[in-house]
């Protein structure tokens, strides 16, 4: 299966993806972790993605695609792949398209994880996440074991530096204005799948929402 897991910021994708890929087995690429480990890195790169992504803007598409084609050259497997935040724009899309077409691939389905505004606020300003592994925590739905340490790993959990209020309200509108134009891009395509899953559930439900949507998406490949 390749699929694109889409929805706004702090609507669970990242949660949710890591469930899936221990279900399904297929490789999982996050743009937006993939960008913070090169800013991380405090490249010359890195630091022209701080840029925007501490601005809630989305990074231009050119740098995007370069990155991303790469990263996805190097783990598109038979297990299939899951892409997490990539495509965020239809340029990219397009992009994306090509790449595949090009290596005689293509898509399985897109799947739209659907979150309102005033719960992805909240969700992202209680957003903690384990420098070390990753794994996402939030302060009152999916809390750590012990305080702020990650149960895997015991080390501190941290808050991202674009998860404040109003970085948020930016990615929100860069959402809603750049990367909503992707759903329809890819909506009644042949042999591409699209699944709305109602993300404002406790997350063993979207999870079970996304299991049986992706069963399904299987049996029609
Ligand atoms: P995204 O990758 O879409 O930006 P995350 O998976 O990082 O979103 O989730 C954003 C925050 O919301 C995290 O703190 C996470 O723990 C929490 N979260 C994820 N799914 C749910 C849910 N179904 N209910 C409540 N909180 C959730
Ligand atoms: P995320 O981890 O998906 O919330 O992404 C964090 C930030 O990284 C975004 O707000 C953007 O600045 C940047 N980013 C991640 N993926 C993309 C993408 N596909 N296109 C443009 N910018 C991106």
Same mark, same amino acid.
């Given at each position: 299966?390749?699929i694109?897991?889409?929805?706004?910021?702090?609507?669970?994708?990242?949660?949710?993806?890591?469930?899936?890929?221990?279900?399904?087995?297929?490789?999982?690429?996050?743009?937006?972790?993939?960008?913070?480990?090169?800013?991380?890195?405090g490249?010359?790169?890195?630091?022209?993605?701080?840029?925007?992504?501490?601005?809630?803007?989305?990074?231009?598409?050119?740098?995007?695609?370069?990155?991303?084609?790469?990263?996805?050259?190097?783990?598109?497997? *038979?297990?299939?792949?899951?892409?997490?935040?990539?495509?965020?724009?239809?340029?990219?899309?397009?992009?994306?398209? /090509?790449? %595949?077409?090009?290596?005689?691939?293509?898509?399985?389905?897109?799947?739209?994880?659907?979150?309102?505004?005033?719960?992805?606020v909240?969700?992202?300003?209680?957003?903690?996440?384990?420098?070390?592994?990753?794994?996402?925590?939030?302060?009152?739905?999916?809390?750590?074991?012990?305080?702020? %340490?990650?149960?895997?790993?015991?080390?501190?959990?941290?808050?991202?530096?674009?998860?404040?209020?109003?970085?948020?309200?930016?990615?929100?509108? /860069?959402?809603?204005?750049?990367?909503e *134009?992707?759903?329809?891009?890819?909506?009644?395509?042949?042999?591409?799948?699209?699944?709305?899953?109602?993300?404002?559930? *406790? *997350?063993?439900?979207?999870?079970?929402?996304?299991?049986?949507?992706?069963?399904?998406?299987?049996?029609?490949?």
């Open positions: 299966m390749r694109i897991l889409m929805g706004p910021p702090g609507a669970g994708k990242g949660t949710q993806a890591k469930r899936l890929v221990d279900k399904f087995g297929m490789a999982h690429l996050s743009s937006g972790d993939i960008f913070r480990a090169e800013k991380a890195g490249s010359a790169l890195g630091q022209k993605l701080a840029e925007y992504m501490n601005a809630g803007q989305l990074v231009p598409d050119e740098i995007v695609v370069e990155i991303m084609a790469k990263a996805i050259t190097s783990c598109d497997s *038979p297990a299939g792949l899951l892409l997490d935040g990539f495509p965020r724009t239809v340029a990219q899309a397009e992009a994306l398209d /090509a790449q %595949l077409d090009q290596a005689g691939k293509s898509l399985d389905g897109v799947v739209v994880i659907t979150a309102d505004e005033d719960e992805i909240e969700r992202i300003t209680g957003r903690r996440s384990c420098s070390d592994c990753g794994k996402v925590y939030h302060v009152k739905y999916l809390r750590p074991q012990n305080d702020n %340490l990650c149960d895997k790993c015991n080390v501190q959990l941290v808050q991202r530096a674009d998860d404040t209020e109003g970085v948020i309200r930016q990615r929100l509108a /860069a959402y809603n204005l750049q990367t *134009p992707v759903i329809a891009y890819y909506r009644g395509r042949p042999n591409v799948q699209t699944l709305f899953v109602n993300g404002t559930q *406790p *997350p063993d439900n979207v999870t079970a929402d996304l299991v049986q949507g992706l069963e399904q998406l299987k049996t029609e490949m």
